[in-house]
Structures are given as structure tokens and as C-alpha cells.
Nanobody, 121 residues
Framework: QVPLVESGGGLVQAGGSLRLSCVAS????????MNWYRQAPGKQRELVAG???????NYADSVKGRFTISRDNAKNTVYLQMNSLRPEDTAVYYC???????????????WGRGTQVTVSS
């Protein structure tokens, strides 16, 4: 399977910014959609933002205008620029990719281990 390595989480004050990174390393034929999910304590995991290989994006209503997802296909990396952070953005953020493995030649869903984002008031 393709491992996903996340970075960029941490503690930030309300109104601040963070940039999350997720690099997909390993053996794969292609990476299709790349997404960021988050899960706050006591809540279900939700899709924050997604981006296709061609650059088409979608966002949760709660983050539109504040977060920007992007990807560097050459580096197999997806980013989430998070601006104007609010306490309600506090959650564990997970990287998710839909990719075709070079070994299996089948489409699979891969998840990172998650990175904690904490926004203080």
C-alpha cells in the first residue's frame, strides 16, 4: 500500500494560519483524488477539501474562503493552506488518497495517521 506522511499540524491562535502537507510515497501507478478529512472529538469524520488530479477542487461550506487545497503531482503531495483559523477547526486532520497501486493495479483508498490541529481562542 502507499503510505501517507502528514505534517504541519500544531497549536495556533484563532486567526492564525497553518499549512498541512501530505506526501504519498511508495509504489503506485497513479494518484487520482487527494482529500483532507477532519474529525473533532465526539463528531463524525467529515470531508474538508478535495482535489482531482486535474486540479478541480471542492470544499466544505465551513471552510470556503479560508482553506485552500492544492497538489504537486510531481512530488505526489497535497497541501491544505488553512487561514483565519477558528477554535471550531480544532480536529485531527487526515490525508486521504484514491490511487492505483503499481503492485495490485487496482484502485484503493489510502489514509494517513492524522495530524492534530488545535486552535485556541
Amino acid at each position: 500500500q502507499v503510505p501517507l506522511v502528514e505534517s504541519g499540524g500544531g497549536l495556533v491562535q484563532a486567526g492564525g494560519s497553518l499549512r498541512l502537507s501530505c506526501v504519498a510515497s511508495g509504489r503506485f501507478f497513479s494518484i487520482n483524488a487527494m482529500n483532507w478529512y477532519r474529525q473533532a472529538p465526539g463528531k463524525q469524520r467529515e470531508l474538508v477539501a478535495g482535489i482531482t488530479r486535474g486540479g478541480s477542487t471542492n470544499y466544505a461550506d465551513s471552510v470556503k474562503g479560508r482553506f485552500t487545497i492544492s497538489r504537486d503531482n510531481a512530488k505526489n503531495t497535497v497541501y491544505l493552506q488553512m487561514n483565519s483559523l477558528r477554535p471550531e477547526d480544532t480536529a485531527v486532520y487526515y490525508c486521504n488518497v484514491l490511487a492505483i497501486s503499481r503492485l495490485t493495479l487496482t484502485s484503493d483508498d489510502y489514509w494517513g495517521r492524522g495530524t492534530q490541529v488545535t486552535v485556541s481562542s
